[in-house]
């Protein structure tokens, strides 16, 4: 079966210094992956999606970017963090990227708090 | 653009009530629809899922059956528990480059005892 890591489950960082993410899927070739980010609420909000190897779409202008160096590894990243970066940070995948209509898988998310 | 729009919350019953959380939908095409539910500090977890009309997804005692005529995606339990106090999100997949999915604010639910 499929599975998806995400880590560090909790992280406190100081404003100005940099960020990295891992995500990591499973059981699965070729999926799609995604970033959202959470914020004091709710509301999901996509930042990155990713339909194969070095193939990244950036969904909203910001101070974070992504990568993806292996069919499998989706990594979120940030040179300098800013107050607003502070949120719930989630992975996901789904079958791709020929497939369509199929849902999306979540990690357990990233508590990102910034100092 | 395709959009959701869930009801308001929070949604507070007493245990093994009723629960109706509306979901309606603007979408081009034949979208599929998902619900899916956020525990205190954890991911989102699918809870149920519909692929074309008239279609019902169930899980765990949820139901939401996919009406094309109205655009709605309903999700309703017989009778909750404390155990499902939670956000629940609505969802439609986009068919498009990437299988996006556009999620609805979510609707907190309180269940007491």
């Known amino acids: 079966s499929q599975t998806i890591h995400q880590w560090p489950a909790t992280l406190v960082q100081p404003v100005g210094s940099p960020l990295s993410l891992e995500c990591t899927v499973e059981?699965?070739?070729?999926?799609?992956l995604y970033w959202y980010r959470q914020a004091a609420g709710r509301g999901l909000q996509l930042l990155f999606y990713s339909v194969g190897i070095g193939q990244i779409s950036s969904e909203v202008p910001q101070n974070l970017s992504a990568s993806r160096p292996q069919d499998r590894q989706f990594i979120l990243s940030s040179k300098k963090l800013l107050l607003s970066d502070s949120g719930f940070y989630l992975c996901?995948?789904?079958?791709?990227?020929?497939?369509?209509?199929?849902?999306?898988?979540f990690g357990d998310g990233t508590r990102l708090s910034i100092l | 653009g395709n959009s959701v729009t869930q009801m308001e919350g929070p949604v507070t019953l007493s245990e093994e009530a009723f629960l109706t959380i509306n979901c309606t939908y603007t979408a081009t095409g034949y979208p599929s629809l998902f619900w899916y539910v956020q525990y205190p500090g954890e991911g989102l977890q699918l809870l149920l899922k519909a692929t074309k009309a008239d279609d019902k997804g169930s899980n765990k005692g949820f139901e939401a059956t996919y009406r094309k005529e109205t655009t709605s995606f309903h999700l309703e339990k017989g009778s909750v528990q404390v155990s499902d106090s939670a956000v629940y999100f609505c969802a439609l997949s986009e068919r498009e480059y990437g299988n996006k999915l556009v999620f609805g604010a979510g609707t907190i639910l309180r269940v007491k005892s």
């Open positions: 996901a995948w789904s079958a791709g990227p020929t497939a369509v209509n199929q849902p999306q898988h």
């Open positions: 059981g699965t070739s070729n999926p799609n």
